[in-house]
């Protein structure tokens, strides 16, 4: 099996939030139809319009929506129901072959499928530096920035995903995708970002902490963070 992320663009005319319940009506039935697997959309909507301030945008326009799932291979010989319906669904969609690492898994506030995820998802494109090496990049990511990420944040979900390469011609070039779950306070609050309620010193190391492991690795000029809505149709939650 294999994981694919696929960003989407709403077409010309159709509001963020139409274009977000078109997708959540037709398009996860749709990919399962067509064989993909533990289906999970991304989707900027109006509950999470809060947290807008912590937008990170590179590409203009920004992406509208983020699909993930699973093919049995995304060869692009096997590949062609699929990326045709992301094209019908979308304006223009981009895809990358990623390799999945679970560093959180949500078992706090637990996904049911088809509905909405409580508290809030951030999704993040993000670029390696350029005077880095991947592997180098790679290693502070895994080896120090991951044990950043868990200690100084609220997140119940954490997942990483490292690209392996595009599987569309102009998909930007970003190296990695990933999701953070955090509740919903942590939109407007940064001590719940931070968890650091009521606790000064600990939210400016813990912020000091996190500024300077991603700037240790990410090129901030080629980056997307998008704040989202996390509906999952996983079959894992499915049968829950």
Same mark, same amino acid.
């Given at each position: 099996?294999?994981?694919?992320?696929?960003?989407?663009? *709403?077409?010309?005319?159709?509001?963020?939030?139409?274009?977000?319940? /078109? #997708?959540?009506?037709?398009?996860?039935?749709?990919?399962?139809? *067509?064989?993909?697997?533990?289906?999970?959309?991304?989707?900027? +909507?109006?509950?999470?319009?809060?947290?807008?301030?912590?937008?990170?945008?590179?590409?203009?326009?920004?992406?509208?929506? @983020?699909?993930?799932?699973?093919?049995?291979?995304?060869?692009?010989?096997?590949?062609?129901?699929?990326?045709?319906?992301?094209?019908?669904?979308?304006?223009?969609?981009?895809?990358?072959?990623?390799? =999945?690492?679970?560093?959180?898994?949500?078992?706090?506030?637990?996904?049911?499928?088809?509905?909405?995820?409580?508290?809030?998802?951030?999704?993040?494109?993000?670029?390696?530096?350029?005077?880095?090496? /991947?592997? *180098?990049?790679?290693?502070?990511?895994?080896?120090?920035?991951? /044990?950043?990420?868990?200690?100084?944040?609220?997140? %119940?979900?954490? @997942?990483?995903?490292?690209?392996?390469?595009?599987?569309?011609?102009?998909?930007?070039?970003?190296?990695? %995708?990933?999701?953070?779950?955090?509740? #919903? =306070?942590?939109? @407007?609050?940064?001590?719940? %970002?931070? +968890?650091?309620?009521?606790?000064?010193?600990?939210?400016?190391?813990?912020?000091?902490?996190?500024?300077?492991?991603?700037?240790?690795?990410?090129?901030?000029? /080629?980056?997307? @963070?998008?704040?989202?809505?996390?509906?999952?149709?996983?079959?894992?939650?499915?049968?829950?």
């Amino acid at each position: 099996m294999e994981k694919v992320i696929a960003a989407l663009w *709403a077409p010309a005319g159709e509001s963020r939030a139409d274009f977000g319940g /078109r #997708l959540l009506q037709s398009l996860p039935a749709a990919l399962a139809g *067509a064989g993909a697997s533990g289906i999970r959309l991304n989707l900027r +909507d109006a509950v999470v319009a809060d947290a807008d301030a912590l937008v990170q945008q590179w590409q203009a326009p920004q992406q509208d929506a @983020v699909v993930q799932f699973w093919l049995p291979s995304a060869n692009a010989r096997f590949r062609g129901e699929i990326d045709a319906l992301l094209g019908r669904a979308s304006a223009r969609f981009a895809a990358w072959l990623v390799c =999945e690492s679970t560093i959180i898994a949500n078992t706090a506030h637990p996904a049911q499928a088809g509905q909405r995820t409580p508290g809030w998802s951030q999704a993040s494109f993000i670029s390696f530096r350029a005077d880095m090496t /991947r592997a *180098a990049a790679v290693a502070h990511w895994h080896g120090h920035h991951t /044990r950043v990420a868990i200690e100084t944040q609220t997140n %119940f979900e954490y @997942v990483q995903n490292l690209i392996v390469h595009p599987l569309t011609d102009d998909a930007p070039a970003y190296d990695a %995708f990933v999701e953070e779950c955090f509740p #919903l =306070e942590a939109m @407007v609050d940064p001590a719940v %970002f931070f +968890d650091a309620i009521g606790n000064p010193a600990k939210f400016e190391a813990n912020l000091a902490a996190m500024n300077d492991s991603c700037a240790g690795f990410i090129d901030f000029s /080629r980056i997307d @963070v998008l704040p989202t809505s996390q509906f999952d149709f996983s079959p894992a939650t499915q049968s829950a």
